[in-house]
């Protein structure tokens, strides 16, 4: 459903698209150069590897649709989460106070529960639920710094390419984007495809847009 | 089955862990001072505290808070609970009535945590607490008179 949106995902995944074959070309052709120089010095960097960096672009245009769907982006947001597919303001308002939880006496816990979503009262509800880190704001980020900032240790918690794969793989926060309870769409994409993308992007070496 | 304790009381029940705390409170404990307004949290009028902290009962589900400490309207007390309903009274806050016990339980739990809370302290903490009869300036007051008494 989000691919087709306008907007942010699909200029990039064109833009990807049509550079490819040029630049897959000029890379295949410095890694021939490099391959065989490589037999006499010794380096590693390969045909092999260049594919791995067209790859690791092709999946990053994925992941990127995954990290701005709203089960991820409401809560990568300044000083006060956003709400529902429609992406309002969250109701009632809160704010992120010193520890991301809240303050006094509207912190997150106050609403929603660790053990899960509550269908009742439609309040959806996860692990420690909380504002992620200012450091890891994604408000208003175009998919290229979205990319830049996702594998920036500085803002992404300190977090190698395998770190992030096993945040992807098993943080509750980011399971609960596939089991958001009802009357909030679930992202689009299995999580068992996310973790295999995340998995090519970093393996070839986390490539971002230019 | 669960176990909630409830003003200092134990209670075992047969519940599904799913069912919101404000059901078990109301209609198998009979401790209707807390209120059931929206049902979805975005009210407050069903404002508990769960271990010391502000908590939605509608949207706190039984398992969540078995095990933990809760204190309803008809439990609440020690100085910030004295002072907060002392200050209600003497302001006569209440206009219908029907949202107040949510208030002083966040209002309760505001000034533990802040005991000299400024404007933007209190529309924070109590901005999820809906006044249908529009006694927000008498709420802001009394919280302040509240701070007051005990500084």
């Known amino acids: 459903m989000l691919n087709q949106r306008p907007g942010i995902q699909d200029p990039v995944r064109t833009q990807a698209r049509k550079s490819f074959p040029k630049t897959a070309f000029s890379v295949l052709g410095l890694a021939t150069a490099i391959t065989l120089a490589s037999s006499l010095t010794g380096t590693a960097w390969s045909q092999t590897e260049a594919a791995n960096s067209a790859d690791s672009l092709a999946a990053w245009a994925k992941i990127a649709t995954v990290l701005q769907h709203p089960r991820c982006l409401n809560c990568h947001q300044l000083n006060s989460p956003l709400q529902g597919d429609e992406r309002r303001p969250h109701i009632p308002q809160v704010v992120r106070g010193p520890d991301n939880h809240g303050v006094s006496a509207m912190r997150c816990g106050n609403c929603h529960n660790d053990m ?26 175009s998919v290229r710094d979205l990319c830049r900032t996702v594998k920036d240790p500085a803002h992404n918690g300190n977090r190698t390419g395998a770190m992030l794969i096993e945040h992807m793989e098993n943080e509750p926060l980011v399971l609960y984007g596939w089991n958001p309870g009802r009357g909030r769409e679930p992202i689009p994409i299995p999580h068992d495809q996310v973790v295999e993308l995340t998995k090519v992007w970093v393996a070839g070496g986390m490539a971002c847009p230019q | 089955m669960i176990t909630l304790n409830i003003n200092g009381e134990s209670h075992t029940l047969d519940l599904n862990r799913e069912m919101p705390l404000l059901w078990a409170i109301r209609d198998r404990l009979n401790l209707t001072g807390t209120k ?3 049902g979805h949290g975005m009210c ?13 009962s509608c949207s706190i589900m039984v398992g969540e808070a078995a095990g933990k400490k809760i204190t309803t309207i008809e439990g609440v007390s020690g100085n910030v609970a004295e002072a907060v309903t002392t200050a209600w009274q003497r302001l006569d806050v209440v206009q219908c009535g029907y949202c107040q016990s949510g208030q002083i339980m966040s209002a309760v739990a505001l000034l533990k945590s802040r005991r000299k809370p400024t404007d933007g302290d209190i529309e924070e903490s109590m901005g999820g607490n809906i006044c249908r009869c529009g006694t927000y300036v008498r709420i802001r007051k009394a919280i302040k008179t509240a701070a007051q008494q005990l500084a």
Do not use: K, Y
């Open chain 1, 116 to 141: 899960g979503n509550n269908d009742t009262s439609g309040t959806p509800g996860g692990l420690h639920w909380q504002l992620a880190p200012v450091s890891m704001l994604w408000q208003g980020l």
């Open chain 2, 36 to 38: 059931f307004g929206c």
């Open chain 2, 44 to 56: 407050g009028a069903c404002t508990v505290h769960i271990n010391g902290e502000a908590a939605r």
